[in-house]
């Protein structure tokens, strides 16, 4: 079960953090990252990190201004989103992957950045 929390809306330049709260079978996640989907378009992928160590990997498109980071005490990730552009806004999910290749998805949250 993956539980997001700090949408919410901000002004272009500004800054957000995203958290993901995993629960469940923890033990056995791989992987954690952030897709999202603007109205009209598909999902697509934003960040991820990997549990077994710090690698990370972005988009193109968010590079250089998002920055994805985990907590593994608490099973949480992080999206640290600055010099929001007002491309920047859609749906963010929450997406995790375990050793038995399951992937977990969470419901979902608003993130709007205004011009």
């Known amino acids: 079960h993956l539980r997001e929390s700090g949408g919410g809306t901000v002004q272009a330049g500004g800054s957000l953090r995203l958290s993901c709260a995993a629960s469940?079978?923890?033990?056995?996640?791989?992987?954690m990252g952030w897709f999202r989907q603007a109205p009209g378009k598909e999902r697509d992928f934003v960040a991820r990190?990997?549990?077994?160590?710090?690698?990370?990997a972005y988009a193109d498109s968010v590079k250089d201004r998002f920055n994805i980071s985990r907590d593994t005490g608490k099973d949480t990730v992080y999206l640290q989103m600055n010099s929001l552009k007002p491309e920047d806004t859609a749906i963010y999910y929450c997406?995790?992957?375990?050793?038995?290749?399951?992937?977990?998805w969470g419901q979902g949250i608003q993130v709007t950045v205004s011009s």
């Open positions: 997406h995790a992957n375990d050793y038995d290749a399951n992937e977990y």
């Open positions: 469940g079978r923890t033990f056995s996640l791989t992987a």
């Open positions: 990190i990997w549990w077994s160590d710090t690698t990370t």
